[in-house]
C-alpha cells in the first residue's frame, strides 16, 4: 500500500478525525457511530474496542463520553498503523489523550491473552465490530452464507468469551452484528453476560432490519429485553433526528 | 365451576364467537389475536394451535384464512371443553364448519404424541401461546423469575419438538412470547426450523417491547430476520391503525 493511500475524515462534526486507507481496505462508517452509541453517555472508565480498525467506535466513545478511556485493540499491523496515526494527528489532540492503540489478537485466550495486554477484569466495557461484518458486504451471497455459517459462530463465541475475561463483573459489552446472527450472540452471551438489550436498526420504518446492536452487563441475570429500534431514514432519504444525532455523537442509542 | 361462570365473546367484530370461563380463568385477548395474525392471509391447509384454550387464535385463523381447517388442541378437560361449546354456538356456523378440538398434551412424544391424535407431518402450521404467558402475569417478581427459568426452558424446548414432528417440510411455525423467551425459543427452533422473522411487539413507540412473535419454516436453513415492529397505541392510548386492523382479523403481522 503506498505511503499516500489514505484519507484524514472528520467524524461527529469535527470532534475528532481517522487516518483511513484510500480504496482499498475497510473504512468506517455508520456501524461504527451505532456501535459507539452502545455506551452510556455518562460512562466513566475503561474501554476496550475489539478490532477497532482505524479506531472509529473507540474515538467515537471517547468524543462523546468525557470519562471514557478507549485502549484501541487491533490484530491488523496495517490497521493499528492508521490508529496511531490518527491519534498523532494535532486535531485529535483531546481525545488521544484518552486514547491508547494494542496491537493484539483478541481470539488470544489465558495466558497468552493477558501476556498481550488484556487482563482480566481490566476494562469496564468492550464493544465489538467483528471484521466479518464488512467482508460479507462484498462477498456473493453462496459465500455470504457460508461465511455466516462457518465465521460467525467461531468469532462471536471467541471475541465474546475474550469479552467476558476482560470485563469486570458488571461491566458492559456492545456487539453490532447483522440480524442473522443474533441466536449466536445471544448463545455466546450465555452464562457471561445477562441483562441483555437489543436494538434493531431499520433503513426505513416498515423495512426489514439490516443490523441488530446488543448490549448486555457481565455476570447479570436480568431477562433479555427489546427496546424501540432506530429508523435510519425518513419517509425522503434524510436521516432521522435520531440518526442523525447518533452519528454526529450528540446522542446514545439507549437514551441513556 | 358453576355451569354459569361463563361468557359468550364476540372477536374479529361478530366474525367469530368464544364461549370462556368468566372472572376465574384465563381470558383470550390481544395475544391470541397477534398470534393468529402471524398466519399469511392466504394460508390454506391444515392449522394445528397448541395450547388452544377455548379456541381464540384457531378461530381467528378460521375467520380470516378462508383456506384454513384448525385444530384446537388442549390438554385441560375444562378448557376443551369451552372450545367445543365454542363451536356448537350457531353464530360460529361459518368458522366451526373447519374447526374441530383435540383433547391432548402437545408435550406428548413418540407414539404416545401419535396415538393421541398428532401425527408425524400432519400440518401445515402450528400456533403456539404457551399458558405460563398467562400466569406469569399473576406471579410475584420472584416467582415470575424462577417460572421463567424452569417452565420456558422446558415449556418452549418440548413444544417446539411436537411442532417440528407434527409439521410437514416447509410447513409454518408461529410463536408468541414474552421478550425474555427469545433466546429459549431461537435454540429450541434450531435445527428444526430456519428462516426465522421477528416482531417485536410495543405498547407505544418508545417503550421497550411486552411480546414477541416469532415464525419459522421447518427444515429451512434461511438466516433470521427482524421485521417491523408493531406499535400497539398511537400518542393517545387508542389503539394504532395496525393493531386494530389485527385485532379485528383485518390484517396480518407480517403484511403477507
Redesign the interface.
Known amino acids: 500500500m503506498p505511503v499516500q493511500d489514505f484519507t484524514i475524515d472528520a467524524f461527529h462534526r469535527g470532534r475528532f478525525f481517522l487516518v483511513q486507507p484510500g480504496a482499498r481496505g475497510h473504512r468506517a462508517g455508520m456501524d461504527a457511530m451505532m456501535l459507539a452509541a452502545a455506551v452510556p453517555s455518562a460512562f466513566a472508565g475503561r474501554l476496550a474496542d475489539f478490532g477497532a480498525g482505524a479506531g472509529a467506535a473507540g474515538l467515537a466513545v471517547a468524543a462523546r463520553c468525557e470519562g471514557a478511556s478507549v485502549v484501541l485493540i487491533e490484530r491488523a499491523p496495517e490497521m493499528a498503523a492508521f490508529a496511531r496515526r490518527g491519534l498523532a494527528l494535532p486535531q485529535n489532540a483531546g481525545v488521544a489523550a484518552r486514547a491508547s492503540v494494542l496491537e493484539a489478537d483478541v481470539g488470544l485466550t489465558g495466558k497468552a491473552r493477558v501476556a498481550a495486554g488484556l487482563g482480566d477484569a481490566s476494562f469496564d466495557f468492550v464493544i465489538m465490530n467483528p471484521p466479518f461484518n464488512a467482508g460479507h458486504d462484498r462477498a456473493t451471497p453462496d459465500e455470504l ?1 457460508r461465511q ?1 455459517h462457518v465465521m460467525d459462530v467461531g468469532l462471536f463465541a471467541t471475541w465474546i468469551r475474550s469479552a467476558a475475561a476482560v470485563v469486570r463483573p458488571r461491566g458492559g459489552l456492545a456487539v453490532i452484528a ?3 446472527s ?2 449466536t450472540i ?2 455466546a452471551m ?1 452464562g457471561r453476560f445477562g441483562g441483555a438489550e ?1 436494538v ?1 436498526i ?1 433503513p426505513r ?5 439490516i443490523r ?1 446492536v446488543v448490549r448486555a452487563v457481565r455476570a447479570s441475570r436480568a ?7 432506530l429508523i435510519l431514514h425518513d419517509a425522503g432519504d434524510r436521516f432521522s433526528a435520531k440518526a442523525d444525532a447518533i452519528n454526529n455523537g450528540n446522542a446514545s442509542l439507549f437514551g441513556d
Open positions: 452464507k455466516a447483522r440480524p442473522s443474533l441466536r445471544l448463545d450465555d437489543i434493531a431499520h420504518a416498515g423495512e426489514t432490519a441488530v431477562a433479555l429485553s427489546i427496546c424501540p429500534p
